[in-house]
């Protein structure tokens, strides 16, 4: 593996070594354009093309500024939309040009007007961006974040395969537990990767998770096929979308076509292990009304036996313009599938044979409802207002048998956990944007009232084989009952404050008021030491009320080198409630301390990010993540039976801290001579993350890692197009990591013990036509056995492997 890792790193540093110096010995002029009006009034978001190839738009003041090369005479189109375009040449033999291009408004028939499609961008050349400054009714300015193009994914989406869909974005840690992705696990900056917990996930803006406070855990991702974007931001979006740690992670569907009243897509996919994945989508627009529906079914028999799934998902996005500055939206998706769960396996059993399975009775089903409607409205004087109401109705039931893998099924009733969820809120945003002496400030205010309602039961079921989600005792659960009601309302303000001409602050203030309750019933069973057998049950109820309210700062910094060139930091506050839904769970594997509470620390980050006249893109940053009351997991011995179990508390501090840093080379652009028809994108993303603990309230714990905190996580890729024709090679490698506080080497059940090092490669292809288009991709070519989660119960208990070589063909359709 040593030895694959060095070629490659070989490789890419000899591209750079190769090209790099080019860029800076060539002899280059400063090019400023400055664009007006015919009342030499300064014209914003202007598009200014160079060459054909660059595309840049003009900031407040209407200028743009680049550096171009001395050699050869230089073309310039610039356009708006109801304006006439200007296109001139120009060449220079000094080191800078200063121009000024007036437009004038047209006032014929705007349908004569040619308006160049926006092809140029970084996310058309990179398949990745940032966040623009104020986008909407949101501030991102001094935030690091991340735009990915979903269009522009080289990878499995049928799939949704999270390494290669988020193959651009620093730092991620990625458990891979299904063959389908049928659940998103992903954390960033040492943060577990458990069902995306660490993120507020959203979609078009609103919640998803099964409950933001009490159970923030995410069991429905929309098809990639219906996303036109994934914005990530990271911990500093504490302050607008809710006090996570990790940040927030937004998917945003596509629309209906502004310009036919019916279009049509379809995306048709099979691949190995009988996977099968069909979508179909109908959108359109009729006068103010737009609309976009869509339909996926997924199948698959899967890497292992006993892990067949079936997946349906519908959706539809309903927008009504009632002028160009107000509009109506509705959004409705349903989700539903049924899994089948193979178990989890000991180390031993792994290195035997990864494939085997021992379960075959395990079963999963989700049950998915999330809809929101919300208005916008845009003012004369650019101010913006938002309100979106939402709400969820949501189940999901795991059953089977829960004793750790190195313990065979002894065909007994097995175990069923069963929650609903029925959660509603609204947020509401005004985006005001100060004149006169306080010309430049954009602030920022908001509001969110949330009430989320989980119904969790646990008991004993049937002994057969099907998935028979209903308990012995209808509407009397053995193990416990439990209803956990919550209430959050918050208040919170961003502002951008201009501090000179390249300085801008942007602090920030939540209040959030926090209500999270308990009550119900549960049942302890008491078992003799030597002999194991049940001696008694203790039946008993609770109810507990736990209110806190506290304020969360923020402040950032943006400092502007150039037009294409930033410098951004940021200091951010968080927050994280206890997660009741897992306090009550009979596990025998684990156990929760009664005096569990909330986690608190904050988020800081230093970074530089730009892009060099669409050559080279980069973000590069240092993060430091601290942690209080961090809750962990240790293994403890039971003082009855001396039997290990993993318990929950608060263990100790934590910080986690280190280097995210992404850089695409455009190689193509380096050599004129090469033709316009082919590009040759080289990435790399690396992460450095080092972490520890200290203060720890338990033995054994003070000094260790952080559990699921790898110290190198590393993708390389490789983008090729020709004309039709694109292909993409990407590299994967992640270091060894730890999954508890004691930093555990191994056990015998497998629930703990460090998870290998491991590298995977995946590569893909397609043609694309006006209509048509062909896929075909290999994921896992060199078919490595891996994994990277152990879980504690369901899907497991024990280690999940990843999935083997699996090949998959797609064809498209659009009409």
């Known amino acids: 593996m040593g030895v694959a890792l060095s070629l490659l790193m070989r490789f890419l540093a000899s591209i750079f070594i190769l090209f790099l110096p080019g860029l800076f010995l060539a002899q280059t002029f400063d090019f400023a354009l400055k664009v007006t009006d015919n009342k030499k009034n300064a014209l914003e978001d202007v598009q200014v093309v160079i060459d054909d190839k660059t595309s840049l738009r003009t900031n407040k ?175 500093a979006g504490s302050l607008q979308y809710g006090t996570q740690f990790g940040g927030m992670l937004n998917f945003k569907l596509k629309e209906g076509d502004k310009d036919k009243p019916i279009s049509l897509e379809t995306y048709q996919t099979v691949g190995s292990f009988n996977f099968l994945n069909s979508y179909t989508a109908i959108g359109g627009s009729f006068g103010k009304f737009r609309y976009y529906t869509f339909y996926q079914f997924r199948r698959s028999d899967c890497f292992r036996p006993n892990s067949e799934i079936n997946l349906h998902t519908v959706g539809g996005l309903f927008n009504y313009d009632f002028s160009s500055t107000s509009s109506l939206s509705l959004n409705v998706t349903h989700l539903n599938y049924l899994a089948q769960q193979p178990g989890g396996l000991t180390d031993a059993q792994f290195e035997d ?64 956990i069963a929650g609903d969820f029925a959660n509603q809120g609204v947020e509401t945003k005004y985006l005001k944007r100060l004149n006169g002496k306080l010309k430049g400030i954009s602030v920022l205010f908001g509001s969110r009232l949330y009430r989320g309602n989980t119904m969790s039961e646990q008991g004993a079921a049937s002994s057969g084989y099907d998935a028979d989600f209903s308990f012995l005792e209808p509407g009397n659960p053995s193990q416990s009952s439990y209803r956990f009601p919550s209430y959050n309302a918050a208040l919170f303000s961003e502002a951008i404050i201009p501090i000179g001409e390249k300085i801008k602050l942007i602090p920030g203030l939540r209040g959030e008021f926090i209500s999270t309750n308990s009550e119900g019933s549960f049942s302890i069973d008491n078992y003799h030491p030597l002999t194991g057998l049940l001696l008694f049950e203790n039946d008993s109820t609770e109810a507990k009320s736990y209110n806190r309210s506290f304020l969360l700062k923020g402040l950032g910094v943006l400092y502007t080198l150039t037009e294409s060139h930033e410098v951004y930091a940021n200091f951010s506050e968080n927050y994280r409630a206890i997660n009741f839904n897992d306090v009550r769970i009979a596990n025998p594997n684990f156990r929760i301390d009664p005096n569990i509470k909330d986690e608190s620390g904050f988020n800081s980050d230093v970074g530089i990010r730009g892009n060099f ?59 004129s001579g090469w033709s316009k028809n082919l590009v040759f994108n080289v990435f790399g993303n690396f992460a450095l993350t080092n972490s520890n603990y200290f203060d720890a309230n338990f033995r054994g714990i003070e000094g260790n890692k952080v559990e699921y905190v790898p110290l190198l996580n590393l ?74 989660q152990r879980a504690t119960g369901y899907p497991g208990p024990g280690i999940l492997p990843a999935t083997g070589r699996n090949i998959y063909v797609t064809l498209g359709l659009k009409l």
């Not at 263990?651 to 380096?670: H, P, T």
């Not at 024709?725 to 270091?735: A, G, H, K």
Request: charged fraction near 20%; charge should be positive; glycine fraction near 6%.
């Open 715 to 788: 993708k390389i890729g490789v983008d090729l197009k020709w004309k039709k024709l694109s292909m993409n090679y990407q590299f994967t490698y992640v270091s060894e990591q730890f999954t508890d506080a004691t930093n555990a080497e191994a056990t015998s059940s497998a629930i703990i013990g460090v998870i290998p090092q491991y590298w995977v490669s995946d590569v893909s292809m397609q043609y694309a036509l006006t209509k048509l288009s062909f896929k075909a991709g290999v994921n896992n070519l060199l078919n490595k056995y891996y994994f990277n």
């Open 353 to 416: 044979d990864p494939r085997q399975s021992n379960r075959e009775r395990n079963w999963f089903g989700v049950n998915w409802n999330v809809f929101s409607l919300g208005f916008e409205k845009k003012f004369e004087n650019n101010d913006k207002f938002k309100i979106q109401t939402f709400g969820l109705i949501a189940s999901r039931s795991s059953l089977g048998v829960l004793d750790p893998p190195n313990r065979g099924d002894l065909l007994g009733n097995r175990n069923l």
């Open 61 to 235: 003041k209407g200028q743009v500024n680049l550096q171009l090369s001395k050699e050869g005479t230089h073309k310039a189109m610039v356009f708006q939309l109801g304006y006439e375009q200007v296109t001139f040449t120009f060449t220079s033999d000094n080191w800078s040009i200063n121009k000024v291009i007036r437009l004038n408004p047209i006032t014929t028939n705007l349908n004569t007007v040619k308006v160049l499609p926006n092809s140029e961008t970084e996310e058309s050349l990179f398949g990745i961006t940032k966040l623009k400054r104020i986008e909407g009714t949101s501030i991102y300015a001094g935030k690091k974040s991340e735009v990915i193009s979903v269009n522009n994914v080289s990878g499995n989406k049928a799939a949704a395969n999270a390494r290669e869909v988020f193959a651009k974005v620093s730092g991620l840690n990625i458990w891979e537990s299904d063959c389908a992705g049928l659940q998103l696990s992903i954390g960033g900056r040492g943060l577990s990767p458990h069902r995306t917990s660490n993120f507020n996930t959203r979609q078009n803006g609103y919640d998803i998770s099964a409950d933001a406070l009490g159970y923030p855990e995410t069991y429905y991702m929309p098809p990639l096929d219906a996303v036109d974007k994934i914005e990530l931001v990271r911990g």
């Open 613 to 671: 006249s669409n050559k080279i893109f980069y973000d590069l940053s240092v993060f430091y993540l601290s942690y209080s009351d961090r809750i962990g997991v240790v293994l403890q011995s039971d003082s009855t039976n001396f039997s290990l179990f993993r318990y929950r508390s608060n263990i100790a501090k934590s910080r986690n801290y280190g280097l995210e840093s992404f850089v695409q080379a455009n190689i193509s652009r380096f050599f």
